[in-house]
């Protein structure tokens, strides 16, 4: 404790901590203390890695400048540290290693599953360790998240700082430390290669969809694509309608091929003027999708995170929008980042605080006196607004007259969570994301218990609905069913339909049947299109063959991972082609892809030649086929044509469990 006491104080002096933006008290800069006051304590060998092929010590890393991450994947200001953390990585590339402590607060974040699905959702690069039981965390006397310590080249601490906005201090300190022993000769510059959990997984047709809405007059869906940075829209019965976004992550207005979102979570659908609005979450914006025009353009924020509370206004920051409510003319907005609820008026565009002072904690009263923390879901019963706020596990109401206040239906405290149906008090839910009313009923999303929970507002007495409180993807009756950290719900008619997150898949349950089902999509061509730009498509050289120039077919082979098959509700392609066709040609460079296997003919001469395969695979799970992957990849054969050689030239490809793999 008292190590980080010092280290903070070092740091402190060096640059303004307590409040961002804020001008230092004083111009005076003492020197760094580049050599460090106390060994940095090493990790026990006993804890889970993520990110790295094998665990990692301190005094492996002496030469490199080490920062120490003290994170837990529920809070949004340790959120809003990665992105900064990626910026120092890209500039201090050959000299910084970054480490993410993970250090959970809830009880499903301790589970390494689950840190690997927030690791690959906040496409995080840099190893992570599992410390579930806070050992690191003790010896380095960290007492809140996010915290930050840096550790010089030969492993003792520099100093350290709690909270966000970390990018200048950082910058500024790691720079120096970089200068200072690198004049002593003492800094490793050898690059680092870490197995990153990314490149173990398959690639979903979805990735982690974070809110969806319906309109049940159309039959049609509406959710985000979150980690594919698009919205999707489809009919009730999986048919994909659009696809609204390039794919990369970026804050760019136009058309629906050409425009740019960021992880966006928070959608809500306008029936009367056919359009779409969006919290596009780590822009920190909110946007509106026009579907007459097909165009998309941005109402408020300007992809920077406002640091500054009590800014409203036209054109102001915002932070973290992460769900969305239309009355009217007004967005009603979960604001996670400040704790609050915003609303935005829609013609104006004039974004004003409507509940919450800012101060995260679980406390009722009147709407600017009421303290929120994190809310992450909204939705209305036509007489006051409902919000789960997820870092006190709680649902609340907040009124619609501006005079009114903010109660608590369900929650204790910050540290007061667990999956316990009953009655407020006693009845508790894990980090909750989502809510939605229908039928008289608000449906919970209980994310962090895998549930979805129904609460009579009235009562204010909770229980399970669909889950059995174990992370997983079964179908059937909703006491059986599985889900993987739903985030997003909507009901409409005699369904709820729920993005069921770290499970990439649309959940459908028919409230009458109390049973639910996948939805299984059409069309996943369209939603294909802009995850693999042709610029990025993985290429793979493989050996060189020989040929006789009396063959006339190339076989071609694909394993795919157990468990899965080629989805026949898309047209897997392979495309083939010489760039010699005087040496080999293929007649039909194009062959649609329905088997493992495909024979294709050709015509062979002497001579040298490449032979380019180009592979468009689509498959999915043999149990549940709402569950897609897709995978794209161009074979490069080096090919010499002769007299006596293979009669039959044979390609294969393999996809493992969770890799890939040419023989």
């Keep these: 404790m008292l190590l980080l006491l010092v280290a903070l104080i070092c740091l402190a002096v060096v640059a303004p901590l307590a409040a961002v933006g804020q001008a230092p008290a004083t111009s005076a800069r003492p020197e760094i203390p580049f050599e460090g006051r106390a060994p940095a304590p090493d990790f026990p060998d006993s804890l889970e890695w993520l990110n790295t092929a094998r665990p990692l010590s301190l005094p492996g890393l002496r030469g490199k400048i080490v920062l120490l991450d003290f994170w837990t994947y529920c809070c949004i200001n340790c959120m809003h540290v990665i992105p900064d953390l990626k910026k120092l990585e890209a500039k201090y590339a050959r000299e910084l290693v970054v480490i993410g402590v993970h250090s959970a607060k809830f009880e499903n974040e301790k589970q390494t599953a689950n840190i690997r699905e927030a690791i690959q959702r906040y496409e995080i690069e840099h190893p992570v360790v599992n410390d579930r039981d806070f050992l690191v965390w003790k010896s380095y006397g960290a007492r809140s998240w996010p915290t930050l310590v840096l550790i010089n080249p030969n492993g003792k601490i520099i100093g350290g700082h709690s909270g966000e906005g970390i990018y200048d201090l ?49 039959k049609r869906l509406f959710f985000t694509d979150s980690n594919h940075n698009r919205v999707i829209v489809a009919a009730f019965d999986g048919q994909i309608l659009e696809c609204i976004g390039e794919g990369s992550a970026g804050l760019k207005d136009g058309s629906f091929e050409t425009a740019r979102f960021f992880r966006p979570q928070g959608i809500c659908f306008d029936p009367v003027n056919e359009r779409i609005f969006i919290a596009d979450t780590e822009n920190h914006a909110i946007r509106t999708i026009d579907l007459k025009s097909k165009t998309v353009s941005t109402l408020a924020g300007n992809g920077r995170q406002a640091r500054r509370h009590g800014q409203e206004g036209k054109g102001v920051e915002l932070n973290s929008p992460w769900d969305l409510l239309l009355l009217g003319e007004t967005l009603y907005i979960a604001m996670a980042g400040p704790h609050q609820l915003w609303t935005l008026d829609t ?34 019963d036509g007489v006051k607004l409902y919000f789960a706020d997820s870092e006190v596990s709680a649902v ?35 980090h909750c994301l989502g809510v939605a009313f229908h039928g008289g009923l608000l449906y919970v999303a209980d994310t962090y218990n ?22 997983g993807k079964s179908d059937g009756a909703t006491t059986q069913a599985e889900l993987n950290e739903p985030a997003g719900l909507c009901a409409v008619g005699d369904k709820l339909f729920i993005a069921d997150s770290n499970n990439h898949l649309i959940r459908v349950c028919d409230l009458k049947a109390g049973t639910v089902s996948t939805l299984a999509w059409k069309g996943l061509e369209k939603l294909s299109k802009n995850l693999a730009p042709a610029a990025s498509v993985r290429e793979v050289q493989l050996d060189g063959r020989k040929l006789a120039s009396s063959a006339r077919s190339l076989e071609f082979r694909v394993s795919l991972p157990k468990g899965t098959k080629l989805n026949p509700g898309a047209q897997s392609t392979l495309k083939v082609v010489s760039d010699n066709p005087e040496v080999l040609r293929f007649p039909a460079p194009e062959t649609p892809f329905t088997k493992e296997t495909a024979l294709i003919e050709l015509s062979a001469k002497t001579g040298h030649t490449k032979v380019r395969l180009h592979l468009t695979l689509y498959y999915c799970d043999t149990t549940n086929a709402g569950l897609c992957y897709f995978d794209e990849v161009r074979l490069v054969v080096p090919l010499e044509v002769s007299g006596q050689a293979e009669d039959k030239l044979a390609v294969s490809y393999e996809l493992g469990q969770n890799h890939w793999k040419t023989p």
């Design 170 to 218: 950082f910058d500024q300190v790691i720079g120096a430390t970089v200068r200072h022993f690198d004049a002593k000769g003492e800094l490793d510059r050898r690059p680092i290669n870490f197995q990153l959990e990314k490149d173990k997984a398959p690639r979903s047709v979805l990735s982690y969809p974070g809110k969806i809405a319906a309109d049940e007059a159309t």
């Design 450 to 471: 895998h549930k979805i929970k129904k609460l009579n507002s009235k009562t204010k007495e909770v229980v399970t609905f669909i889950g059995t409180g174990r992370r």
């Design 347 to 380: 013609k104006t565009l004039e974004a004003r605080v409507y509940a919450g002072t800012g101060r995260e904690n679980i406390v009722d009263g009147p709407l600017k006196e009421a303290a929120l923390a994190q809310p992450s879901g909204i939705t209305w």
């Design 396 to 430: 609340r109401s907040a009124d619609l007259d501006p005079a009114g206040k903010v109660e608590t239906l369900l929650g204790q405290g910050l540290f007061d969570f667990g999956d316990v149906d009953g009655k407020y008090p006693e009845a508790r839910l894990q």
